[in-house]
């Protein structure tokens, strides 16, 4: 019991120096690994860099400690990252205090069911997810990973749009004519650096050395040069009137969410009190609230639409300035520009977000972005509500997502701890590991962190680097609050364009075209559900989790398609002396006695499909005077199916034929005798396999008859088979 809920103390039987060695030089690695790329990932769930930081402080530590694996290295990771990001943006502007409080209650969330999951033992829910699903998911969100970081590969900025096919397609648009040549090379140059690295010697930690390579260029070659100007410092008038005008609809905005706010929490009260009068219909005044609300989200739409035309164009304006200029220079556009001003060469940009500008502190881009401040220092804390939200409210409103996100998160998790353990001979425990992964979560969540799951990359690297025990995870969090604590200023530099291109080669990894091609082959159904899932998820970006309810509505309506009408095989005996599928083969047919064979559970949705196949074989044969049923593969049967036998016992002795059964199982049998079922049908009708059940019927049908060929005439069954 002990071990059950401190299962890392089995870490330590015969743990030696030798072994902790190991285990902190694979934690130290791991940490150089995990670093740059949670920071990478952190903005991709729209979040600050360094909230990828917090995500890979306690989480790992936390999933090591109480899960089943010793080598599965749990921290922020793609697709969750993404999935959180598309999950919330519904809710609140990326970036924004209200989106971080949603993406550290979403964290809580997941932690929640995962927990929920694996205290009661529940781990086979994954399952819902089949993997063709899953591998049409995976695929399609590695190419919307990856192209969500084109913006930031060549340095433009564009709004999202309601699809990510539009929003690249933007991204093109605007690098034809703004691509940041600097940002490009540098982004170009890590990948060089990875690539060329992990083919060279894949135990050199190639992440950690591109980014310290292309921290140092940034620092001194002044890649980034941000200015922070008043809003007289522009002379360009129409630029000026553009930003008031923003300002304006931008305060309009918030005025009217404010509104809405208001407005739907007093129709919250007036529906209760509806309810309390015992309205069954919606009083005048809720109408009233309702259609209020109604204008007050047309107008909100409406003005977010003119504040993004406006944000577009203040993103296409180039600024000038004067050589040598400081921080209390003037910025002109080209039209404005004077004579014989001689400029520094650059083109500066004004960094315009879905934020109100201040204009007394207008941030003007020079060159290419970097990651910049990194806040000092861990932050350990009860999670924040959403502001205006309860945590009640916030936890039931992200559940759906949360459900989704956990389950693709775990299935990641534990496909990971499975390889390593199949490398390892270690023993997994999926619910242990689910516990490990809810704790780390909901612990993680304390730590300010979002979302996480285990790391295929990271925990590849921790094996490679010969990892021991769990002790290497708590190494690599101990290394991590190191670098909050004293290295963040080292992070300042480091350029956005390499963490896409940190991002943008990690997710490679998740590109599988052979999954396709596996499941066509296994099955040309599921390989199309995987191919429509790909697509749709595809096509849904940034709303990832339709792509998978598609996928799994598929498969789900596959699933009960089989069940309501299983494969019912007419069978005769081929050259080989075994009974198979007359149709499938081109076999000849008995005239007289009909072997039927049933694959499936005879249940409540199929139970009439056996007797409506049977009785279109008596309405095609008019001297068919014997049905077999060949029960090999009823599995099970229920109170519908064991009535459908009887009638269509009844039915075929009512026809003049007679009816029998054989290779039932022991459950099945049960059920029957439990019934009375097999007193109706009399037990010498019930036979141990085909052989016996021919060799009886084939003297009582054909010795009537002339019947020299039959095909069954000479049956010595050896198999029966599809």
């Given amino acids: 019991m002990i071990y059950k809920f401190f299962p890392f103390l089995l870490w330590f039987n015969n743990y ?61 990771v793609a697709v969750v990252s993404l999935m959180s990001a598309a999950s919330l943006e519904p809710l609140a502007t990326a970036g924004s205090s209200q989106f971080i409080a949603y993406s550290i209650i979403m964290a809580l969330t997941v932690g929640c069911f995962q927990l929920f999951l694996g205290i009661f033992r529940l781990g ?18 590695a190419i919307v990973i990856a192209s969500s970081q084109f913006s930031k590969l060549f340095g433009v900025y564009v709004d999202k749009a309601p699809h990510h096919y539009q929003t690249i397609i933007n991204v093109c648009k605007s690098a034809l004519i703004y ?99 015992g309205l069954h219909i919606a009083s005048e005044a809720h109408l009233d609230m309702e259609h209020e609300l109604a204008l007050i989200q047309a107008k909100i739409d409406q003005t977010k639409g003119a504040a993004h035309i406006k944000r577009e164009n203040l993103r296409l304006v180039h600024f ?69 939200t309860s945590y009640l409210a916030a936890f039931f409103q992200l559940f759906p997502f949360a ?34 992964q809810g704790l780390a979560n909901i612990i993680g969540s304390f730590g300010q962190s979002y979302a996480v799951s285990g790391s295929f990359s990271r925990s590849a690297v921790n094996l490679q680097a010969n990892a021991v025990s769990g002790v290497s995870s708590v190494i690599t969090s101990i290394m991590v609050a190191l670098t909050l604590l004293f290295f963040t200023p080292l992070l300042y530099h480091l350029p956005q364009a390499v963490l896409a291109a940190v991002i943008m080669m990690a997710v490679i990894g998740l590109v599988n075209t052979s999954g396709f091609v596996h499941a066509w082959k296994a099955k040309k159904s599921e390989g199309i559900i995987s191919v429509i899932t790909f697509i749709c998820t595809l096509y849904f ?46 076999l000849q047919e008995c005239r007289h006695i009909a072997v039927v064979r049933f694959d499936g559970s005879l249940i409540f949705t199929n139970a009439t499909y056996l007797e409506d196949r049977v009785l279109s074989y008596i309405a095609e044969k008019p001297e068919l005077m014997h049905i077999l049923i060949a029960s090999k593969g009823i599995n099970d049967i229920d109170a519908s199916g064991e009535d459908a036998i009887s009638i269509l016992i009844d039915t075929v002795r009512a026809s003049g034929r007679e009816i029998s059964f054989c290779g039932l199982k022991e459950e099945v049998l049960d059920v029957m005798h439990r019934t009375h079922l097999l007193d109706k049908l009399g037990r010498n009708n019930i036979y141990p396999d085909s052989r016996a059940a021919l060799e009886s019927i084939y003297k009582k049908i054909h010795s009537k008859g002339d019947c020299g060929d039959c095909p069954l005439k000479n049956y010595m069954p050896v198999a029966i088979r599809n």
């Fill in 16 to 76: 030696n120096k030798e072994k902790l060695s190991a285990d902190v030089i694979a934690g130290i690695t791991v940490a150089m690994v995990l670093i740059p790329q949670s920071m990478a990932y952190a903005q991709l769930a729209g979040l600050p860099a360094y909230y990828g930081l917090y995500a890979a402080f306690l989480p790992p530590m936390v999933a090591s400690l109480f899960g089943s694996s010793r080598h599965l290295a749990t921290g922020p």
């Fill in 179 to 277: 691509t940041h040549l600097p940002t490009l090379a540098l982004g170009i140059f890590a990948i060089a650096i990875m690539v060329t690295l992990k083919r060279v010697n894949p135990k050199i930690p190639n992440v950690l050395v591109a980014v310290a390579i292309t921290i140092l260029i940034s620092k001194f070659t002044g890649f980034n040069d941000d200015r922070y100007i008043a809003l007289d410092n522009i002379k360009d008038v129409k630029t000026i009137q553009t930003i008031q005008l923003f300002n304006d609809d931008i305060n309009l905005i918030q005025e009217l969410g404010a509104k809405r706010a208001q407005l739907n929490k007093e129709l919250k009260e007036i529906k209760t009190d509806d309810k309390n009068h």
């Fill in 124 to 141: 086979l829910v994954v399952n819902l997810l089949s993997h063709p699903v899953v591998n049409g998911f995976t695929n399609a969100a």
């Fill in 320 to 388: 000038l300035t004067a050589k040598n200029s400081d921080q209390s220079s003037v910025f002109y556009t080209e039209q404005t520009l004077p004579e014989n001003l001689e400029t520094d060469g650059r083109k500066w940009r004004l960094s315009v977000s879905n934020k109100l500008l201040d204009t007394t502190h207008l941030k003007i881009i020079g060159a290419g972005a970097v990651v910049g401040e990194v806040p000092k220092g861990l932050k350990v804390g009860i999670p924040k509500a959403p502001e205006g």
């Fill in 403 to 436: 459900v989704i996100i956990s389950l693709l998160g775990f299935m990641e998790a534990i496909a990971i701890a499975k390889s390593m353990a199949a490398k390892t001979g270690q023993k997994l425990d999926p619910n242990q590991e689910l516990i490990g």
């Fill in 541 to 586: 970006a940034p709303h990832l989790e339709e792509g998978i309810m598609v996928g799994v509505a598929l498969t789900f309506g596959l699933f009960i398609y089989k069940h309501l009408r299983p494969k019912v095989a007419l069978l005769s005996m081929a050259k080989d002396n075994s009974l198979r599928d007359a149709v499938k083969a081109g």
